[in-house]
């Protein structure tokens, strides 16, 4: 079963109106969370890194106040994308690992995606 | 230089063909190595760890070479349903540190 849960699966919005993107790790405790947005065709692309009790850190390009990254607890990061445009529209992905996994091999886990439609 | 290369492909192969996937990392220190799936608006879902010593999963064969810094994926007697895209992730250490490659798009022709 799934071990990352994102919600929701898909979502249309209006212009200008602003859209909540959750992700829950459901097995483990993650201090960590990856936000990644994914265009048709092309490859993820690492948004920002979720860090509980602190601020994100995002990568070069992205706005952090129009992406807006709130993880205040060991299970949940959740993403806004405020005064989302069409452009907004993309497929955006969660992941994150188990930092106390068996093993140092522990690989990431992601959520199931969530298909953004601005119009 | 990007800490993860792939190239992307398109791979476009007969049903039944062996096709190979290479993928290289530019950090000596990174420490664990995955390939993962991901078809179409879909999320990726790992398909193997890789192994110092390879490791094979029927059809499947994963190798690292760390001397040059690069892993493999090694498809055999390819399936119509291995069409997706191919990811190699690198982990250098520590949650914080996990690098996707570009992904390299299969598409296994009947």
């Known amino acids: 079963g799934a071990v990352v849960s994102q919600h929701p699966s898909w979502v249309i919005c209006k212009s200008g109106t602003s859209v909540k993107i959750e992700c829950r790790s459901l097995?483990?405790?993650?201090?960590?969370m990856f936000w990644y947005r994914q265009f048709p065709k092309q490859s993820l692309m690492l948004m920002a890194t979720?860090?509980?009790?602190?601020?994100?850190?995002?990568e070069q390009g992205v706005e952090k106040d129009k992406f807006l990254i709130n993880h205040a607890s060991l299970t949940l990061s959740t993403l806004t994308v405020t005064s989302a445009h069409p452009e907004d529209s993309s497929f955006y992905i969660c992941?994150?690992?188990?930092?106390?996994?068996?093993?140092?091999?522990?690989?990431?886990?992601f959520g199931q995606g969530t298909r953004l439609t601005v119009v | 230089r990007k800490e993860v290369e792939q190239d992307p492909g398109p791979f476009n192969v007969p049903e039944g063909a062996t096709v190979a996937f290479n993928c290289t990392y530019s950090?000596?220190?990174?420490?664990?190595f995955f390939w993962y799936r991901q078809d179409c608006r879909k999320e990726p879902k790992l398909l193997m760890s890789?192994?110092?010593s390879g490791n094979e999963d029927g059809r499947f064969t994963a190798q690292l070479n760390r001397a040059s810094q690069y892993i493999s994926l090694l498809i055999r007697d390819s399936k119509l349903s291995d069409s997706a895209t191919y990811l190699c992730?690198?982990?250098?250490?520590?949650?914080?540190?996990?690098?996707f490659g570009t992904g390299t798009r299969l598409t296994v022709i009947p």
């Open positions: 890789v192994y110092s």
């Open positions: 979720s860090n509980e009790g602190s601020k994100a850190t995002y």
């Open positions: 950090n000596s220190a990174s420490q664990s």
């Open positions: 992730v690198v982990i250098r250490g520590g949650a914080n540190n996990l690098f």
């Open positions: 992941s994150a690992r188990d930092p106390l996994g068996r093993t140092m091999n522990t690989e990431a886990f």
């Open positions: 097995d483990f405790q993650a201090t960590t």
